[in-house]
């Protein structure tokens, strides 16, 4: 099964220094804003950043104390690299199925601020799953997708108010695209 209408909209790659990463990615790759992530639970052992540049976002993961978080295993296991590619996905629940279908697993155990929570199911669980907006899937290709379905653009609306639209590709629900 594939599933139409998903587009990229965000590269995530973990990080050991955040500023020289910065630093490195607005030379080489013309980022010219970084806008740190504000909704991560206080004494959080990484810190985020987002900045458009290259054609698409970038969201820097710099870690930063001990974690057995999906971020501290992926930098402890590579080293700095893409951890994760977020995706817009109109039809949340088939664009998961479908990756679960190729043999992909749902990653858990993000949970921000807000008590937003991303969780682990079995894919027979996962009809009667209420899907979060939000959610991390290991399709076994060497980085983890990072689903987002209708209603998750509000948090970055809250997040980057007036630059919404210039920091991220907007959500294709929002502009018509691939309708």
Same mark, same amino acid.
């Given at each position: 099964?594939?599933?139409?209408?998903?587009?990229?909209? *965000?590269?995530?790659?973990?990080? %050991?220094?955040?500023? /020289?990463?910065?630093?490195?990615?607005?030379?080489?790759?013309?980022?010219?804003?970084?806008?740190?992530?504000?909704?991560?639970?206080?004494?959080?052992?990484?810190?985020?950043?987002?900045?458009?540049?290259?054609?698409?976002?970038?969201?820097?993961?710099?870690?930063?104390?001990?974690?057995?978080?999906?971020? *501290?295993?992926?930098? /402890?296991? *590579?080293?700095?690299?893409?951890? *994760?590619? %977020?995706?817009?996905?109109?039809?949340?629940?088939?664009?998961?199925? /479908?990756?679960l279908e190729a043999g992909?697993?749902?990653?858990?155990?993000?949970?921000?601020?807000? %008590?937003?929570?991303?969780?682990?199911?079995?894919? %027979?669980?996962?009809?009667?799953?209420?899907?979060?907006?939000?959610?991390?899937?290991?399709?076994n290709m060497g980085f983890?997708?990072?689903?987002?379905?209708?209603?998750?653009?509000?948090?970055?609306?809250?997040?980057?108010?007036d630059d919404y639209a210039?920091?991220?590709?907007? /959500?294709?629900?929002?502009?018509?695209?691939?309708?």
């Amino acid at each position: 099964m594939t599933v139409s209408g998903i587009q990229v909209f *965000h590269v995530a790659i973990v990080v %050991g220094d955040m500023q /020289a990463a910065m630093e490195r990615y607005s030379r080489v790759l013309g980022v010219e804003k970084w806008s740190w992530w504000d909704r991560l639970p206080p004494g959080s052992p990484a810190r985020v950043v987002y900045g458009p540049g290259a054609g698409t976002t970038f969201e820097l993961i710099g870690i930063e104390k001990d974690s057995d978080s999906q971020f *501290h295993k992926f930098y /402890a296991q *590579h080293g700095e690299g893409v951890q *994760h590619i %977020g995706f817009w996905c109109p039809d949340l629940k088939a664009s998961v199925k /479908a990756a679960l279908e190729a043999g992909g697993e749902i990653v858990g155990g993000l949970t921000d601020a807000q %008590g937003n929570l991303v969780v682990h199911v079995k894919p %027979g669980d996962l009809d009667a799953l209420p899907l979060k907006p939000q959610l991390f899937v290991n399709a076994n290709m060497g980085f983890t997708l990072e689903y987002f379905g209708p209603g998750s653009e509000q948090m970055y609306r809250d997040w980057f108010k007036d630059d919404y639209a210039t920091m991220i590709r907007p /959500a294709p629900w929002e502009t018509g695209e691939g309708s």
